[in-house]
């Protein structure tokens, strides 16, 4: 009882105008202490479930494969390895795989914020029938498993000639990126004041030049945040290329990863399997750090939309 | 839902004069005919056909030829099929690998999704309100720190994260059976985590938690910021400890956001390709995290039964649209508000 007073005291506005925060340092009760101990214990072990497989996969991407399989998990390389990151850059080929995402991811990034900012930017702002339905099926898209088109979706390339091509990939990427793009961007569009787009269009600006200088910067925000989801969710798509993109030369790193997997257990180059882990995360992971204020902007704006 | 023009939506123009705004679909009439120049046309073919056409062509396409090949025979290769109906479907249902699967999936849809939940809300309250009881309602100290490491599975591949964790559980020089060792627990010196039917799913589900529970954190983290902050004030001057106040208070005020979460995660349980594919992929022992999806992918492109992978895709997406359902129908009878509100 006397904590809740102590409360209602130091938080009423109307006879205690001084900020609060100045004085919780100094008036920490007893079970809050033990509250903050356990809480702040709590997020610990987490994070150190969370860094540990990590790092220990960074330690062990120095290791021979003798020193993974018999040695202590927890000791230090007895001689630096980095032989394994060359090993599993040229003759695994990671380092093909890693340029073949880049190209396929860049693109498609590309063509599908280009296409979803047009596609939404229309739906969002132009009355024209049929406007409701072309919303309800992009809803369709964002709900059904990816699991159901995957067969016809084989065949359908395949006809194109697109089978196994980057060039298909990309497109694919395009199609299924699509929903997803176009109903965060048209969420974002609505909130962009109408004034200004007619300002433009009485200055002689057409629909086309209204789009690329005046709107388009705009919606820089929010592009910028549905952009990272696009990436991250692009540059992790495994289903997708391991059905369609069947050949090996133009495999994206997801699949290069996969034919580890099944291996583990046989005499397989543990120390190569880990460089690779490292050479695939690696880049992301920094540049999340980086920018990773921005991103959680992102979330947040995801969120509360 | 939100297409419907409102009077808020795009407004209408200033008019010179003062006359009264008038809406945008008005404007739109008014000047249609003076509009539809080239420049219109163009316009609408490219800004909204050629998006529309790549995703009907790619997206919707497959669905629709999904549902009729699955009532084929069609093997594949050749472009010869005979429509057989249902038979498909009672072949599915009398398979015990897919029956199994099913089960499985089952499994992971009912646990997966609450222990992630249960474990992001908490991690997220902690970090948002867990601070001191009087004073400001705040989170605890240096708590972006936590958010920031946990967010970390999410920018790693769901197959390099099975890869990872599938070393790590490795009997040979593993990281848990080393731990385990080093604490005294030297029993589980060689435990087959994966290779063992009665822990081999238990693993595999911690692996996907491990992977989900920070990107949910954060957005958690941000819905209950974005709750007033006065009404966590209100509840502790009535006395409501942080417990309560997690239950009875920030959930019903982020509920939508926690259906949301938990229809996807339920997507993930009922797909968890990726995840399977990485840490057993035959299915583990006694086909024990064996799922769906894999049957469905051995079936198409192992077997090269179309028709009967494509049945499995249908039987796939209508669990996944009950999943929601069931969802959305728990949310409303607990009492959400009617407007399903996004938006």
Known sequence: MSTVQAARASTDPSTDPAPAATRTGSRLTGSDRVIAVVSHAVLIIWAVIIVVPLLWSLLSSFKTSTEIISGSPFALPESWQFENYVRAWNEAGIGRYFLNSVIVVGASLFLVMLLGAMCSYVLARYQFPGRRIIYYLMLAGLTFPVFLAIVPLFKILQSMDLLGTLPGLILTYVAFALPFTVFFLYAFFRTLPQEIAEAAAIDGCGDWRTFFSVMLPMARPGLASVAIFNFLGLWNQFLIPVAINTNQENWVLTQGMASYAGQIGYAIDFGGLFAAVIITIAPVLVVYIIFQRQLQGSVTSGALK | ?343
Request: glycine letters at 10%; a positive charge; proline letters at 5%.
């Open chain 2, 1 to 343: 839902m939100t297409l419907v023009q409102t009077e808020a939506g795009p407004g209408g123009a200033p008019a010179p004069g003062g006359r009264p705004r008038e809406s945008f679909s008005a404007w739109f009439q008014r000047n249609r005919r003076r509009n539809l120049t080239f420049g219109r046309i163009s316009f609408f073919l490219v800004f909204l056909g050629l998006p529309l056409a790549i995703y009907v062509l790619l997206v919707l396409n497959p669905f629709v030829q999904a549902v009729q090949i699955s009532l084929t025979d069609w093997g594949g290769f050749d472009n010869e099929f005979n429509y057989v109906g249902f038979a498909n479907y009672a072949q599915i249902f009398s398979n015990e690998a897919f029956l199994t699967a099913l089960r499985n999936n089952i499994l992971l849809v009912v646990v997966l999704p609450i222990v992630t939940l249960v474990l992001s809300l908490a991690l997220a309250s902690i970090v948002t309100v867990g601070g001191a009881s009087h004073g400001e309602v705040k989170g605890l100290r240096g708590s972006s720190f936590y958010r920031v490491i946990s967010f970390f599975p999410y920018v790693v591949p769901a197959i390099v994260i099975g890869l990872i964790w599938g070393m790590v559980y490795n009997p040979r020089g593993g990281l848990v059976n080393g731990f385990l060792t080093a604490i005294g627990l030297d029993a589980f010196g060689s435990f087959p985590w994966l290779g063992h039917p009665r822990t081999a799913m238990g693993a595999t589900i911690f692996v996907i938690v491990w992977s989900m529970v920070g990107f949910y954190m954060v957005l958690f983290i941000a819905a209950i910021r974005g709750v007033d902050p006065s009404i966590f004030e209100a509840a502790r001057l009535d006395g409501a400890g942080r417990f309560r106040t997690a239950v009875t208070i920030t959930i019903p005020l982020i509920r939508d956001n926690v259906q949301t979460a938990w229809i996807y995660l339920g997507i993930l349980a009922l797909d968890a390709f990726v995840y399977m594919r990485a840490l057993n992929p035959q299915g583990g022992p006694d086909r024990a995290t064996w799922v769906m999806s894999q049957e469905l992918f051995d079936t198409a492109f192992v077997a090269n039964k179309w028709g009967l992978a494509s049945a499995m895709g249908v039987v796939l997406a209508l669990v996944t649209l009950a999943f929601a359902a069931l969802v959305f129908l728990i949310n409303r009878l607990t009492g959400a508000e009617k407007e399903g509100g996004y938006q």
